[in-house]
């Protein structure tokens, strides 16, 4: 898939720009380690079926349906989002980048507007964006608690872009269906040797060296 005649690009972040996935899932496993090894097998689990959903959202998930205990208080809910970030902001911005992205990235941002799209809470994801010395690329940057859908249909509203000509570049279901809802293009990056997420007649990438023109 040729990134030419596009008129932007929309990207994932986690495994789309960095190489920070197996980041995230350690920092879940470590956050309900004390509930024992089942638990955290679940955690790690529906985590990794489910990329690209929030974070709060995968926290209530496991406090029903993992550890059959009462709603989090806004309180919990506050304090497990704190010490997941201390367990991977720093990581995030010292993490390797998806091969070719960086390039990719800088190669487009003189050409059309580039955005990003992320379930990561979207104060963190200007912090590492920024940290990582690639804001200046960007148009503009949206996390959680906005969905991936409601974020594309906003960009592609915002400025005026045809979804057609639009591509989404993702590693999880979350995006493809963001992208399927508001009729952008589409293409999956699936980490070398992980399962494919996606559908078989979804094109995917092992990483982004073939989109750099």
């Given at each position: 898939?040729?990134?030419?005649?596009?008129?932007?690009?929309?990207?994932?972040?986690?495994?789309?720009?960095?190489?920070?996935?197996?980041?995230?899932?350690?920092?879940?496993?470590?956050?309900?380690?004390?509930?024992?090894?089942?638990?955290?097998?679940?955690?790690?689990?529906?985590?990794?079926?489910?990329?690209?959903?929030?974070?709060?959202?995968?926290?209530?998930?496991?406090?029903?349906?993992?550890?059959?205990?009462?709603?989090?208080?806004?309180?919990?809910?506050?304090?497990?989002?704190?010490?997941?970030?201390?367990?991977?902001?720093?990581?995030?911005?010292?993490?390797?980048?998806?091969?070719?992205?960086?390039?990719?990235i800088r190669?487009?941002?003189?050409?059309?507007?580039?955005?990003?799209?992320?379930?990561?809470?979207?104060?963190?994801?200007?912090?590492?964006?920024?940290?990582?010395?690639?804001?200046?690329?960007?148009?503009?940057?949206?996390?959680?608690?906005?969905?991936?859908?409601?974020?594309?249909?906003?960009?592609?509203?915002?400025?005026?872009?045809?979804?057609?000509?639009v591509l989404?570049?993702?590693?999880?279901?979350?995006?493809?269906?963001?992208?399927?809802?508001?009729?952008?293009?589409?293409?999956?990056?699936?980490?070398?040797?992980?399962?494919?997420?996606?559908?078989?007649?979804?094109?995917?990438?092992?990483?982004?060296?073939g989109l750099?023109?």
């Amino acid at each position: 898939m040729k990134t030419a005649n596009r008129q932007a690009i929309i990207f994932d972040f986690d495994g789309v720009v960095v190489e920070s996935g197996k980041i995230k899932t350690q920092a879940f496993a470590e956050l309900y380690r004390a509930y024992g090894e089942d638990i955290v097998a679940k955690v790690v689990q529906f985590h990794m079926q489910n990329g690209g959903m929030s974070r709060h959202r995968k926290f209530r998930h496991f406090q029903e349906h993992f550890l059959h205990q009462p709603p989090l208080t806004e309180a919990e809910e506050k304090q497990l989002d704190i010490h997941f970030s201390e367990l991977v902001v720093e990581a995030v911005i010292a993490a390797d980048p998806v091969p070719g992205a960086i390039e990719l990235i800088r190669r487009q941002s003189g050409k059309i507007p580039l955005f990003v799209a992320s379930g990561t809470p979207e104060t963190e994801l200007r912090i590492i964006v920024e940290r990582r010395g690639l804001a200046p690329y960007f148009t503009d940057v949206h996390g959680a608690p906005a969905l991936k859908k409601t974020i594309i249909a906003e960009i592609l509203s915002k400025y005026a872009l045809q979804p057609e000509a639009v591509l989404m570049i993702g590693d999880a279901m979350a995006d493809l269906e963001g992208a399927q809802a508001n009729n952008t293009a589409f293409l999956g990056r699936v980490y070398p040797g992980d399962p494919n997420p996606f559908p078989a007649h979804i094109e995917t990438v092992p990483d982004l060296c073939g989109l750099v023109e």
